[in-house]
């Protein structure tokens, strides 16, 4: 990117680090992130950008300590913009117009990997992860006949923030909440991480071969989306 030294890229997980632009993020902490969800969810004013052909809805913030513009992709797939005081907002937009690529790879990874916000709860964690495991490394089974890629290792995690991760080194990492989705959008999943093992990205090599497997997989993304935002259970 161009002019990465203009920006600061703020994002609420470290596994959200990407290729290009990730050595300027700054993590900020969970909290911090959900008070600002919350003070944005409350302002119903969201700009829309059109970039590389999507609509980008965002929040524009003015700032007086800001010496330059910040963006920051939150894991529900809100875009925050920072401006310096005195910034016209058509600046705002050539500004988002050059970092487009970095915007719209965060806001693909967070489609596709983030549950939604819910409340913490440790216990239900406790309850469910052996049969999250349990689920998850029979679907690996079964689905790495046909993929035969090398898995390090399969763990389950409390983070409410994501389905499921997969590492360089080959660890794959899933949500306790695998078992409360509908069986196929489980191994949706399943299959979604086991294909990063080959392509860690989401370039149209890394679809095809999840296609290989789901060719109705947009159709699932849908679905899996509707859940993550809540509005499908
Ligand atoms: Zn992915």
């Known amino acids: 990117m161009s002019n990465e030294k203009a920006s600061s890229c703020v ?12 050595k300027s993020l700054q993590l900020k902490s969970f909290s911090l992130a959900i008070r600002h969800l919350k003070s944005v969810i409350c302002n119903p004013m969201l700009k829309t950008i059109t970039l590389n052909d999507q609509t980008v809805n965002y929040d524009l913030k003015t700032s007086r300590r800001a010496r330059r513009m910040r963006l920051s992709v939150y894991s529900n797939c809100l875009l925050v913009v920072t ?7 058509k600046l705002v937009e050539s500004f988002l117009r050059s970092k487009a690529g970095w915007i719209l790879t965060k806001l693909e990874y967070f489609k596709n990997h983030v549950v939604a916000q819910v409340k913490i709860d440790p216990k239900e964690y406790r309850q469910n992860k052996k049969a999250a495991l349990h689920l998850a490394r029979q679907l690996l089974t079964e689905y790495n006949q046909f993929y035969n890629f090398k898995i390090n290792s399969i763990r389950i995690k409390n983070q409410k923030t994501r389905w499921g991760s997969c590492s360089r080194l080959g660890n794959l990492n899933f949500s306790y909440r695998l078992v409360f989705l509908p069986e196929d959008l489980a191994r949706y999943i399943i299959v979604h991480e086991l294909c990063h093992l080959r392509e860690l990205n989401h370039a149209p090599g890394f679809w095809q071969l999840v296609a290989k497997t789901f060719p109705d997989y947009p159709e699932k993304r849908k679905r899996l989306r509707l859940i993550s935002s809540g509005l499908l259970q």
């Open 11 to 22: 994002m609420v997980s470290p596994s959200a680090k990407l290729g290009a632009g990730s």
């Open 83 to 89: 401006k310096p005081q005195g910034f016209a907002d």
